[in-house]
């Protein structure tokens, strides 16, 4: 009986409960026990990339290529094309390294050190890599959009032909050979096609045009390489060198549609190669957003000491990796096909000197040598304990098994309405009421889902949309107005459609907190107040709140479908949400709040 006694101070409860939990996530680990959160870790042990060591990347050598390229690159041929670029570099090599061990050999004389001519010799006699069978080019491709060149390169010493593969993706170049970027990449090459370790195919993809986004290149190689090697791990690579930047910084995009996010190790693997060629201190950010004034905001109005002051920013910072998830990145595309991928936006200090090749822009490629290197070893698809998570920072993670507790308390005050209506007014249920409400409701997700499916146009779904709603209300509303209810009546059928209302978004959010935490809290904060908090079959006292509620149920319908629906950057699940999830819950909140 003690059940019949829950009141909505006890219905409230879990619900601030689980508020105030997910903002301790960043100082409070449940799986650990500690007042500190959880940080990143390697679980694969094949994938030691600190033991791993790559040689440095020569510059002296790109600044040779650099020189004499450029003024290969100054003829008619479209050097956008890597193909062509190869091409010229392949006929051109060995002059390029004859005058390059010229240069070294008159270097060492002026420096007076010793000059080995065996050495020189064996040096000017090494085979031409791009000559090999281990590397080549083509363009699967030249559709306008969606135009690429790839290049591959397979193991020079492997005994059996590689199954799998891992993936560059790199941004158009006008001009390879005016490139500091694509100079490196050119080195790149090189070093994989000599490489002893290399027991993987390498797939180097880049854009034919600028009108090919980084985002429809991916898409359209994932399509052509369906019979090809099994792409294992795919990086989206993106370097900007501007004068905006004060340090040199990285941005780390893991979020794919649908709260999909890549395996944690990947994640572990890529802060490793940054350290390596950059320092324990490199800056890294996990979102697009530039959060300087939350930053600045933190320092101001919170109290002094590191633990608020990293408490205040690591918070930021998990919110902004939540909110990413609403925008699409040029690897979402790969992690929905099961594919472990990852963006990295390299955000880079201008080059101080024009004659060289930026320092920074070469150390980022060798960035990647180090991480495929890593990656190379394994033989299976990474599996650490962790696939999903949050991450208030580079070096922390909050893991799937710590969220989901307040998430489940999120949505615990649906529940409680739902036994207590059960148990409360179980005999006096007003069947037709609650079910006609019910079927209403999924009429409209079933309605707008697949209008959603089989049409583009925001119009025609807005239409529809209102279409649907409109008829769906006048049939379950205003058809019972016509017959004569008492007021005991009436209490009984509004509690009975709170009961099925409950019921409904209980059922519907309970599979997105197991998948997308970040929509799942949204939709948590905003419906289960409106569902579960207000007792509408009962003698309240605050008279006013159902009409509250329906002004602000009305006003966010008019945001979400009107508005939000529009917005060409949001991503595929987003539209989903709003047909399946946020028109038919505000339909039931409407018909409660009606009466």
Avoid at 50 to 65: C, H, Q, V
Avoid at 493 to 512: D, F, G, K, T, W
Wanted: with cysteine; net charge neutral; hydrophobic share 45%.
């Amino acid at each position: 009986m003690g059940l019949l006694k829950l009141n909505s101070k006890h219905i409230v409860l879990p619900y601030i409960i689980g508020i105030a939990w997910i903002i301790c996530h960043p100082i409070i680990s449940i799986v650990t026990g500690e007042a500190k959160c959880r940080g990143i870790f390697t679980d694969e042990h094949q994938l030691d990339l600190r033991g791993f060591y790559t040689d440095a990347y020569p510059l002296e050598r790109i600044r040779r290529d650099m020189q004499e390229a450029r003024r290969l690159g100054g003829g008619t041929m479209d050097y956008s094309n890597v193909c062509i670029v190869l091409d010229t570099v392949r006929s051109q090599y060995d002059r390029l390294e004859q005058e390059y061990m010229k240069k070294v050999k008159i270097a060492k004389v002026k420096s007076g050190q010793q000059v080995n001519e065996g050495e020189d010799k064996e040096e000017e006699m090494e085979l031409n890599p791009y000559l090999t069978p281990y590397i080549s080019c083509h363009s699967p491709s030249e559709k306008e959009g969606e135009a690429y060149s790839l290049v591959k390169i397979d193991p020079s010493l492997a005994p059996t032909t590689p199954v799998e593969s891992l993936v560059l993706i790199i941004p158009h170049a006008s001009n390879w050979f005016k490139s500091d970027l694509h100079l490196s990449i050119l080195t790149f090459m090189e070093r994989m096609v000599k490489s002893p370790w290399l027991a993987k195919r390498i797939m180097i993809v880049c854009p034919s045009s600028n009108a090919t986004s980084m985002d429809q290149v991916v898409e359209r190689f994932l399509e052509d390489s369906a019979s090809s090697s099994l792409p294992r791990q795919l990086v989206v690579l993106d370097v900007k060198a501007s004068t905006e930047y004060k340090r040199d910084q990285f941005v780390i995009l893991t979020q794919g549609e649908k709260g999909l996010v890549p395996n944690l190790d990947l994640i572990s693997a890529v802060r490793i190669s940054l350290q390596q060629s950059f320092g324990n201190q490199v800056p890294m950010t996990m979102h697009p957003f530039d959060l300087k004034w939350w930053e600045a905001l933190v320092n101001d109005k919170f109290p002094r000491g590191k633990f608020w002051q990293e408490w205040g920013v690591d918070f930021g910072e998990m919110v902004a990796f939540m909110a990413a998830f609403w925008r699409s990145a040029p690897h979402a595309v790969a992690l929905g096909r099961g594919i472990d991928s990852v963006t990295i936006q390299a955000q880079l200090r201008p080059n101080r000197d024009s004659r060289y090749v930026h320092q920074s822009v070469v150390h980022t490629v060798a960035s990647i040598e180090h991480l495929f290197r890593g990656l190379n070893s394994l033989s299976e698809r990474l599996h650490h304990n962790v696939n999903q998570y949050l991450l208030p920072s580079s070096a922390k993670f909050v893991a799937h098994g710590e969220y989901i507790i307040p998430a489940i308390l999120l949505v615990l005050p649906l529940a409680l309405r739902v036994i207590k209506l059960v148990m409360y007014d179980l005999e006096s249920f007003q069947f037709y009421r609650a079910f006609s409400s019910a079927a209403g409701a999924i009429f409209i997700a079933f309605g707008l889902t697949y209008c959603y499916a089989v049409t583009d146009c925001v119009d025609t779904i807005q239409t529809v949309a209102m279409i649907i709603y409109v008829t769906t209300l006048i049939v379950v509303f205003f058809k019972p107005k016509f017959i004569e209810r008492s007021a005991s009546q009436r209490r009984s059928e509004q509690r009975s459609m709170q009961l099925m209302a409950c019921m409904l978004a209980l059922y519907a959010h309970v599979p997105i907190a197991m998948t997308h935490v970040s929509l799942f809290i949204i939709s948590a904060l905003v419906w289960v107040p409106l569902l579960s908090f207000v007792d509408y079959g009962g003698n309240t006292k605050l008279k006013m709140i159902p009409g509250m509620l329906m002004l602000l149920v009305f006003l966010l319908m008019l945001l979400v479908v009107f508005v939000a629906t529009g917005i060409d950057d949001l991503s595929i699940p987003w539209g989903l949400y709003v047909c399946s999830i946020v028109v038919p819950t505000h339909f039931m909140v409407v018909i409660l709040s009606l009466g």
